[in-house]
Every structure is written in C-alpha cells, then in structure tokens.
C-alpha cells in the first residue's frame, strides 16, 4: 500500500490547499479506513470562512460526514474485516462522564469530535477531508449490501434528523413544520415521516430549496420570504388549528419567530440550526403565553443502527438530496463554491476517488 494520502487542509479563513500526508496507522481498538464519500457540512463551511470564532486553528482538515471502507486493523478489533464497508460516527467521548453513563453521550465534555470545536483546552481532532483516516472501531457502522458509501456518508446528518424528531416527541397523526430546506431541514422532513407525522410542512426563502423539499415528499414547500404570510399559510393549512411540531434549522430569528406564531397551544419546538455569533432570539412572550415547550439538538445519539436500518429498508432515499459532487482533488473548489452559491447548492459531497 501506497504510504502517503491525498488531504484538502485549511491553511487559513478561506482558504484550502491540496497536501499530501502520510497515511494513519491503526492504534489498539483502531481500523484504518479507505474514504470514499465525504459530505461538506454547514459547520465545514462556517469554520473554514470564520474560524468558528476563534476555536479552530488552521492547519486543519475539515470534514466529519463520512464512509469508506476497512483498509487494515488494529491491534484487538475483531467485529471488523478488511474489505467491510463502514459508515462513521464522528464523536469519541469518554465514556466515563454521568453523561455517558446515561446514554447521553453527545454531552461529553470530552468528546472528539471530527473536524469540529472540542471542549475548550481540548485538541482540535483533524477530520475527513482526507483519502484515509484511522478511527475507533467501535464507531464504524457496518453497511448493509444495499446501502452505498454515498449513503453512508449521509448517515450522520440522518442521526441528526432523527434526534430532531425525537426530542420534538415526533409520532404518527401530527402535522409538523421545519423550518429550513437545507441538508439537516431534509433530513429532519424524512425522519418525521419515519416516525409516522402525517404532514410536514416546509419553509424555506430559497426556491430551489423548496423544490428539492417536495420533491422527497413535502406536503407543503412554503417560500418564507414574507414571514408574516407565511405563518398565515400554515394556520390556513392546518384549519386555523396551528401545527403540532417544529423543527427549526435555519439558526434564524425570523425564521423561528414565524414557526412560533404558527403552532398549536402546547406544542414543541425544537432548535437545531446554530447561530455561531450567539445571536438567535426566540420570541418568549408568545413561548410562554401558549405553554410552547422547548428542545434542542446537539449533534445525536444512540441513533446510527437506526437510521442505517431505516435508509436500508427503503425508508428514506439519501441518494437524492445530493446536488453536487466534486472529487477530492477539486475540495478548493467545492468549498468556494458551497460559500458563494448557498443559494443553488443543496448538498454537496466529496468523492475520494
């Protein structure tokens, strides 16, 4: 095998360079992966443009949504065998924290995390940008024969999606609104369906967006440009009844202020989409006046087995939120081109060879 790997590493804010690097050995635990597919995240792109302020240090490989398949072991990994084809969980946590010992794991302080800000004083873990990558095995999800790495790939936004769901008590009869047209507002539409919502209702201010969103299965693409007609679109679509359930990904104000002024007495809302600067407002009179209850979204847990389970049973068809695919060689490229052309670009992923 060859000894070193092709790797797309920021050098700065806005900046990628294509280097080579050697290729990781497997420690204790450890298998060594052949990446093929790598999805770029909204996370990728806010640190590569703005350092995610201040908490990622260049040099750096971003990249954390991804599958390939087993190229070695390491000492003591016996439930994998080259050849297999994984889908990884990108965060390693302590597994010794109350967090951890509860199940909620994606709470770990400790946690390393691909690509992403760590606990503070924590190191900063190099992601997927990259052709091989050296990760715990017990991290690495078996993909069934119908499931390809592509879709694997697409399997950590997946958890995220179902996470959404299930903090927001998602459950057959509801008419759910997300907010958000993006990868994780997809995703989020899809794992509402899995859980038996009988109408999921999309918002977005971007067209092409909205076409994808009806595309895999929306009852409604609303353009959310005009917030205040907007809401009133869902109050006429739910019979002035106002909607059971949301799901907020855009990290906008606005954005959230119109699901609020749309749900139901008592119904959940629950907020996915990050502001980096801190500055998303919920609009707390109307949370507090009609007894809306709150939930959030970090990251997913206990979550993979299912969401694998559910795109191999024809549950949901990840393949189709892909828009764009570039080769690892051009991830200079992709990045540029996912920054200027929000807008156009749905989800983009890079190809490792």
């Known amino acids: 095998m060859k000894k070193t790997m092709l790797a797309a590493l920021m050098v700065g804010p806005g900046e990628i360079r294509m280097v080579e690097r050697d290729i990781p050995v497997p420690g204790p635990g450890q298998a060594l992966i052949r990446l093929e597919y790598v999805g770029v995240c909204g996370s990728d792109l806010h640190i590569l443009e703005k350092d995610w302020g201040g908490r990622i240090t260049a040099p750096h490989i971003l990249g954390h949504e991804c599958a ?11 439930e994998l065998a080259v050849g297999d084809r994984v889908a990884l969980e990108p965060g390693k946590t302590c597994g010794k924290c109350e967090f951890c010992k509860t199940g909620r794991y994606n709470l770990c302080r400790e946690v390393k995390f691909l690509a992403a800000p760590n606990t503070p004083g924590s190191p900063q873990v190099d992601g997927a940008f990259r052709e091989y990558l050296a990760h715990d095995a017990d991290l690495c999800f078996k993909l069934p024969d119908n499931l390809s790495t592509l879709e694997g790939a697409l399997i950590e936004p997946l958890a995220v999606g179902f ?39 999309v918002l977005d201010v971007m067209d092409n967006r909205l076409a994808k969103a009806a595309e895999l299965g929306a009852d409604a693409a609303i353009n959310s440009r005009d917030p205040a007609a907007a809401a009133r679109r869902i109050l006429e679509l739910t019979g002035g009844r106002g909607a059971d359930l949301a799901i907020d990904t855009s990290g906008v104000s606005a954005a959230v202020e119109q699901v609020v002024r749309a749900l139901k007495k ?3 809302l629950v907020l996915v989409g990050y502001s980096p600067d801190g500055s998303l407002t919920i609009p707390l009179r109307e949370v507090i006046n009609n007894e809306i209850t709150l939930k959030s979204v970090f990251r997913y847990r206990n979550i993979y087995p299912m969401a694998i389970q559910s795109a191999a049973a024809g549950l949901v068809d990840l393949k189709r939120i892909v828009t764009n695919v570039y080769p690892l060689s051009e991830a200079p490229r992709a990045m540029e081109e996912g920054l200027k052309n929000k807008a156009g670009i749905v989800k983009s992923v890079l190809k490792m060879r």
Request: proline residues 4%; positive net charge; aromatic residues 0%.
């Open 68 to 78: 390939g398949v087993v190229a070695g072991l390491g000492p003591g990994v016996a």
């Open 266 to 268: 008592g119904a959940n």
């Open 163 to 201: 996470h959404a769901a299930n903090q927001g008590g998602a459950r057959p009869g509801q008419t759910a609104v997300v907010a958000g047209a993006g990868c994780i507002g997809l995703v989020s539409m899809l794992a509402l369906r899995i859980c038996g919502v009988a109408r999921v209702i």
